[in-house]
């Protein structure tokens, strides 16, 4: 077996211990223990409602409208939030490669025999 098989095998017996924990919660009028509910006894009913609540509003066009309507205004947000990030991030960006090329440039500058010898000379004075 796949594991995409037994994942929904998986699924099927949460629905049907789910089914079986509500019968017997509504024949008993009490609700079951907490160790008895599993995060899969929960979660797997739960779902299983709000996909068919998607679908049939799915199957109107008023409720497609909609639902494309909440999509793109939910794209629109997260979209808006990557371009929020990525313009407030440029100055930092900025810094770096500027604080990098100042780096590179005093290495570059340091490293002619010229400016090298004067640094020596200095610090030979400052030493002795």
């Known amino acids: 077996m796949n594991a ?48 068919l609540n998607v679908m049939l509003a799915l199957a109107t066009s008023n409720g497609r409208r909609r639902f494309l309507e909440v999509a793109e205004a939910v794209l629109a947000s997260i979209l808006m939030a990557a371009l929020l990030v990525a313009v407030l991030g440029m100055p930092i960006g900025a810094i770096y490669l500027v604080l990098k090329a100042a780096a590179y440039f005093i290495r570059a500058v340091l490293s002619l025999p010229i400016i090298s010898g004067i640094f020596v000379s200095i610090r030979d004075r400052i030493i002795t």
């Open 4 to 51: 995409v098989g037994g994942f929904f095998h998986a699924r099927i017996g949460d629905l049907k211990d789910a089914q079986v924990l509500m019968l017997d919660g509504w024949q008993t009028r009490s609700l079951p223990s907490s160790h008895v509910l599993t995060l899969g006894r929960i979660l797997t009913p739960l779902a299983l409602l709000v996909f």
